[in-house]
């Protein structure tokens, strides 16, 4: 008999579900919110509504494409964190109503740990053990991959995320939400010509808030001698904010490979769409000899296939939860 999983993904403002049958993907359905465009960021009151209007029209397309009845669905893999409270709520209800409903097991997914078993959605795979760098709006991390659900934190942010740091600069230069996207297209035309503080911490932890700190200092000061200084230096701007915060990435995976001795090197995370990084890794991984993996785009972003991918590996084992179980806004691999 096949093993049919739908996961099910509303960590923050992406809706998403995505078919599963033993091992590959049928499909892969994301509604994307629009209304926070004109906040500068995530208002979750807004995404937690959004999430309860989207989730069943998603599931159900997701369903239809896969060409399967929900009545052949094995078990219901969904987000339990981390993520917005109120988004992560809306799909941890669903998920216990229609498991009740097909009386069908459901399988709880760590976000981040879902975002590293993206690698095994499609082919080329990574082979064990691996490194992964994550990195997203609200997360920057360098995971050691030991097995599928074998997991170590190597590295995390102390402060701010990488994604984090791309956003509020976007809103620093007047660019649309989500700005990651927009700086990468506008760096592409421009040149890294000015220079950020770099954060200097002796292990694999990140750290971006005094990076975000000198970027505000150094627009401010432009400004009051060139009130014109964003417009006529945008691209160049771009440039150089992606190429601090991407260096910053680098330094660290770099390092993480020294130490552990490790060749085979992923990417992961929202953030692993943006071409600048996905180009320095590939480009460092042909000078040190390692085997680079970089998902494709629609599995960079948030996606309920990563959360299939992740809750068939715990189907095999049989970790199921029950009804008590609860959304963790705060939950780490």
């Not at 033993?22 to 999430?51: C, F, M």
């Not at 987000?79 to 799909?91: A, K, Q």
């Not at 592409?188 to 292990?203: D, M, Q, T, V, W």
């Not at 770099?254 to 890794?281: D, F, M, Q």
């Amino acid at each position: 008999m096949k093993i049919n999983i739908l996961g099910i993904e509303s960590s923050c403002d992406d809706t998403s579900a995505s078919i599963l049958q033993d091992g590959n993907i049928l499909s892969n359905i994301t509604a994307t919110q629009e209304a926070h465009k004109e906040y500068g960021g995530v208002v979750p009151e807004v995404a937690s509504r959004a999430h309860q209007q989207n989730i069943i029209p998603v599931v159900d397309l997701a369903i239809k494409k896969a060409g399967i009845s929900k009545n052949e669905i094995s078990a219901i893999a969904f987000t339990r964190g981390p993520g917005l409270m109120g988004s992560l709520l809306v799909g941890v209800s669903f998920a216990k109503a229609f498991a009740l409903s097909l009386d069908i097991p459901m399988i709880e997914v760590n976000h981040m740990q879902a975002h590293v078993l993206a690698h095994f959605a499609e082919d080329p795979k990574p082979d064990f053990p691996f490194l992964c760098l994550t990195v997203s709006g609200g997360h920057t991390q360098i995971v050691k991959v030991n097995d599928y659900l074998d997991m170590e934190v190597l590295g995390t942010t102390i402060d701010d995320a990488a994604g984090e740091a791309f956003d509020k600069t976007g809103k620093l230069l007047g660019l649309d939400y989500p700005a990651g996207p927009v700086i990468d297209k506008l760096a592409k035309k421009g040149e890294a010509i000015f220079s950020f503080a770099e954060p200097n911490l002796p292990n694999l932890d990140f750290s971006f808030s005094g990076l975000k700190t000198s970027i505000l200092y150094f627009l401010k000061k432009q400004i009051k001698t060139n009130p014109d200084f964003i417009q006529e230096n945008l691209n160049d701007i771009c440039a150089s904010v992606q190429s601090a915060i991407i260096k910053s990435l680098m330094i660290k995976i770099i390092k993480a490979t020294e130490e552990t001795g490790i060749k085979e090197v992923a990417v992961a995370g929202g953030v692993s769409a943006n071409s600048g990084l996905r180009n320095a890794i590939e480009t460092e991984g042909g000078k040190r000899g390692w085997k680079t993996y970089i998902p494709k785009l629609e599995y960079c972003t948030d996606n309920a296939a990563m959360i299939a991918v992740t809750g068939y590996r715990k189907y095999l084992k049989k970790e199921f939860v029950g009804q008590e179980i609860t959304p963790e806004a705060r939950l780490k691999i």
